[in-house]
């Protein structure tokens, strides 16, 4: 019975050491649909070898 007691103390304070340390950042809604989806721009290559470099695998590996 002891142990349920310890375990759940150990439990809440990981639980509230999370919400603190995570502030107002923390984000329970769920999945995100529609306008309120947020999504991360996609990478772009800064130098155009950097680029061609990068799609030298892809057209290697189709010619094949």
């Not at 991360?40 to 799609?55: F, H, K, L, R, Y």
């Amino acid at each position: 019975m002891w142990k349920i007691a310890v375990g759940f103390v150990l439990f809440a304070a990981l639980s509230m050491y999370v919400i603190i340390k995570a502030g107002d950042k923390a984000d329970m809604g769920g999945e995100k649909h529609g306008a309120d989806a947020v999504h991360a721009p996609e990478p772009v290559a800064s130098t155009p070898a950097a680029a061609s470099a990068a799609s030298a695998p892809a057209s290697a590996a189709s010619a094949q």
